[in-house]
């Protein structure tokens, strides 16, 4: 292995981030990603407030959300398994277009005045393209960056991406509809996954599936239930797997209430889409410091992250000035870098010819998770106020993160992800001895 290509080293100097996005097709994955996901929220701020306008409930708004997890649900457990026996290009390419369409017809009934299940429905079946596009892109990373390191890094960058991009789309998407009209944000949103496309098919190679295509329902089935079977077997991926679905009611919490939190406060809409924006900044900038600390710093700090999630949510329930909780907010995005590393080591853990299975079930069970928690403080919020809501998923929260203290597997997870290392070390000098003879 060559000086300027040795992962370790970069990562020393804090340029594992650059690296990774040095490779041409990783970056060219990520421009489609920017592309794509601030439209997306965008479009979701656009419909929460056209049902919130509509009906003044919080949980109905939250439920606006919660509507987009549900098919992340169903469609990582079901559809997660095609990313191993499909293209993965292909599937990414097909899900842009799926996505596209869909948005567009959209677009055309998001009113005042239609109907909310109408909205609920097409909500529904535009994010149902999500999983498949997700889990695809997840398992084509480590082939793209092809070094545990450079792969933690860029898993890093995307998470960093993804969360910043939500931000910008967050506080846009109040002002867009503000200013124009909801038809316009999901316009935008539905040029956004064109471009995405666009970009897919210019940067990315083509690979071949890794393992062979199946048009049998009865071979993703059994690809679904030896997926839950090896992700809950192996005491490392099984931790961080659960230790990411419990998290997953506090981490929602804020966004969840947030637009109704700045009502009942009496400010205008644009406080509400700030202060998720607040949130989810704070968990990108997080992530690229977390991603940029040695490895087992990592892994050591998935716990005292999780915790620091839920305290500055507590003090939510005082409804200290927005400027506060602003901070507050921030720092509990913050510590949500956790997800980072978690998401990062559930995927290097895996085998490649099963990683669309496993990493398709951990994101199933995080998304149904994130859904049960915008609907619960939605409707703690109608019943008491979405202060108090915040205060009791982050009490949930530290509960959930004290249990894992007690059960946490540390020396195995260490061994597990210092195996890795090794194992690119055995690998490249296979490689060198190859390429000698």
């Keep these: 292995m060559t000086a300027s290509s040795d992962p370790q080293s970069a990562a020393s100097r804090g340029q594992g981030v650059r690296h990774a996005f040095a490779v041409r097709e990783f970056r060219g994955l990520m421009l489609a990603q920017i592309a794509s996901e601030a439209g997306d929220q965008i479009a979701r701020v656009a419909i929460a407030l056209i049902v919130l306008s509509q009906t003044g409930s919080a949980l109905l708004a939250a439920a606006t959300f919660a509507v987009s997890f549900v098919p992340t649900f169903l469609g990582a457990a079901l559809l997660g398994p095609i990313a191993d026996r499909f293209s993965r290009r292909g599937l990414m390419l097909g899900a842009d277009i799926g996505r596209a369409i869909t948005i567009g017809l959209l677009a055309l009934v998001a009113i005042p005045g239609t109907p909310l299940w109408l909205l609920f429905v097409l909500l529904f079946v535009a994010e149902l393209f999500t999983p498949v596009f997700d889990s695809a892109r997840s398992a084509s990373i480590p082939d793209m960056l092809n070094d545990p390191t450079l792969v933690t890094s860029g898993m890093g960058l995307s998470r960093s991406l993804h969360l910043s991009n939500q931000a910008v789309g967050l506080v846009l998407g109040g002002v867009i509809v503000q200013v124009t009209s909801a038809r316009s944000a999901l316009c935008i949103d539905a040029f956004s996954f064109l471009v995405s496309f666009v970009l897919l098919f210019v940067f990315l190679r083509k690979r071949p599936s890794a393992l062979s295509s199946t048009q049998s329902v009865v071979v993703l089935l059994n690809d679904l239930v030896e997926g839950w079977t090896l992700l809950m077997s192996d005491a490392s991926r099984r931790a961080l797997v659960l230790l990411g ?193």
């Design 245 to 437: 679905w419990g998290m997953a009611l506090a981490v929602v919490a804020p966004e969840a209430v947030a637009l109704a939190y700045v009502r009942d406060e009496g400010l205008g809409d644009a406080w509400g889409g700030i202060l998720m924006a607040t949130v989810i900044a704070g968990a990108a900038v997080g992530s690229i410091v977390v991603v940029n600390r040695p490895t087992r710093s990592q892994v050591d700090s998935l716990l005292p992250l999780a915790i620091a999630v839920c305290l500055p949510l507590l003090v939510t329930g005082l409804e200290p000035p927005i400027i506060v909780l602003i901070v507050l907010w921030a720092c509990s995005g913050f510590a949500q870098a956790f997800l980072v590393p978690l998401m990062s080591f559930t995927t290097l853990l895996t085998r490649n010819e099963h990683r669309g299975r496993v990493v398709g079930i951990a994101s199933a069970g995080f998304a149904a998770l994130s859904a049960v928690g915008y609907l619960l403080a939605g409707a703690i919020a109608d019943l008491t106020s979405p202060a108090f809501a915040v205060v009791v998923m982050a009490v949930i929260g530290l509960f959930v993160a004290s249990v894992a203290l007690i059960l946490w597997p540390q020396s195995s997870l260490r061994g597990d992800i210092a195996g890795l290392r090794s194992s690119v070390l055995v690998d490249d000098a296979v490689v060198d001895d190859a390429a000698g003879a």
